[in-house]
């Protein structure tokens, strides 16, 4: 079970989790939906590890990757190289079946600029996916990515059998997941589940 019980978080005066507390299920696909700003994805950062909380505790499947809401490409390294870096030598093989999952086939010397807004953003997804870990947790990962390709995509990361916590603003995308927590803020609050 992934779990955050009675946690708080304050950027300056601004206090975008206060005591919140949320279980989710530590399989399957589960979309957090909810308006901007409303405090997503500083719970994504909290379940990654990368943000800490004044009060409370996290429970959290180790190693989780975090797909940020910017792509974060590096304009010297190509399409494949993206994947490889962050592959170990024993996997560098690997390449080609992440570039297929994000349908980026044919990329793979292609420099970041040469790309898309939505090709870079699946190239982003597909460098997350590479990494592994125990837990997926994706900020915004279909923005400027048309929804049927979208779905394709979501289903072959179903497939891949990982936890996955994501942040989405497409209906079609949130309507794919196993289940959907509706949040409102700040602070971050529970509508519904």
């Known amino acids: 079970m992934i779990s955050v019980q009675n946690i708080t978080a304050r950027f300056g005066e601004k206090t975008v989790l206060d005591r919140f507390s949320l279980q989710i299920p530590d399989t399957g696909l589960t979309a957090l939906s909810g308006p901007s700003g409303c405090g997503k994805t500083t719970l994504l950062r909290v ?102 390709r979208a779905g394709r995509i979501l289903e072959r990361i179903r497939a891949l059998g990982m936890p996955v916590v994501l942040s989405s603003h497409e209906k079609e995308v949130v309507e794919l997941c196993d289940r959907v927590i509706l949040l409102d803020g700040p602070p971050l609050s529970v509508r519904s589940i």
């Open 47 to 148: 379940l990654a590890g990368l943000q800490c909380v004044e009060e409370g505790t996290v429970t959290a499947p180790r190693d989780p990757v975090l797909l940020f809401q910017e792509d974060r490409l590096l304009p010297w390294r190509t399409v494949g190289q993206h994947i490889s870096d962050v592959l170990p030598k024993s996997r560098r093989e690997e390449v080609s079946r992440w570039l297929a999952l994000a349908e980026l086939e044919g990329e793979e010397n292609s420099a970041p600029a040469a790309l898309s807004g939505g090709m870079g953003r699946r190239l982003a997804l597909a460098r997350a996916l590479a990494l592994g870990g125990g837990l997926l947790l994706l900020d915004e990962p279909f923005t400027g990515v048309d929804a049927p």
